[in-house]
T-cell receptor
């Protein structure tokens, strides 16, 4: 399967600061990238879908001004959690898909802790 | 009704047991179906795709029933290393743009 690399693996930040998470497709062109969030003992919840070169589509209840998504190239998408608060602490995972693929490939996830 | 519903679990089984998980989905137009495995604090990893004809990969067998909108996963001769959360995943297809919908997951614990 295709490889998706996500960084950082974990981050601890102070309340009020912003954190950027990167998601890269290493060996294929990711025309679509998805960002998920997973709270403890819960399933993955889709936050937003981004297509290369266009604005992201956010799921209901996800604040687009708080979770900034940029997908400027076919191999890179970034999620910036702005003005992070403790309730934003979660496991954030990206996945990517491209032409010819029916499944999506996941990054390793980023565990964010806001203190 | 949730888009993808799974057995609540957790399932605690002895090593060597056979265990089955079930999943139902609400969108009858869904195109692709998968079982993913997620270990604690890790990203989900694709276990297997699911086809109407049924497919088998070693100790794992997956089955899809489109008429009943039902997906199953059977694990035979379970190993300690099979302990994980198993996620039923549905892809609505071209119109949905590969937007995967996840079930809540079923936790499996294989014990000595």
């Amino acid at each position: 399967g295709a490889v998706v690399s996500q960084h950082p693996s974990w981050v601890i930040c102070k309340s009020g600061t912003s954190v950027k998470i990167e998601c890269r497709s290493l060996d294929f062109q990711a025309t679509t990238m998805f960002w998920y969030r997973q709270f403890p003992k819960q399933s993955l919840m889709l936050m937003a879908t981004s297509n290369e070169g266009s604005k992201a589509t956010y799921e209901q209840g996800v604040e687009k001004d708080k979770f900034l998504i940029n997908h400027a190239s076919l191999t890179l998408s970034t999620l910036t959690v702005t003005s992070a608060h403790p309730e934003d602490s979660s496991f954030y995972i990206c996945s990517a898909s491209g032409p010819g693929y029916t499944e999506a490939f996941f990054g390793q996830g980023t565990r964010l802790t806001v203190v | 009704r949730k888009e993808v519903e799974q057995d609540p679990g957790p399932f605690n089984v002895p090593e060597g047991a056979t265990v089955a998980f079930n999943c139902t989905y609400s969108n009858s137009a869904s195109q692709s179906f998968f079982w993913y495995r997620q270990d604690c604090r890790k990203e989900p990893k694709l276990l297997m795709s699911v086809y109407s004809s049924g497919n088998e990969d070693g100790r794992f067998t997956a089955q899809l029933n489109r008429a009943s909108q039902y997906i199953s996963l059977l694990i035979r001769d379970s190993k300690l290393s099979d302990s994980a959360t198993y996620l039923c995943v549905v892809n609505p297809g071209a119109g949905g743009g590969n937007k995967l919908t996840f079930g809540t997951g079923t936790q499996l614990k294989v014990e000595l």
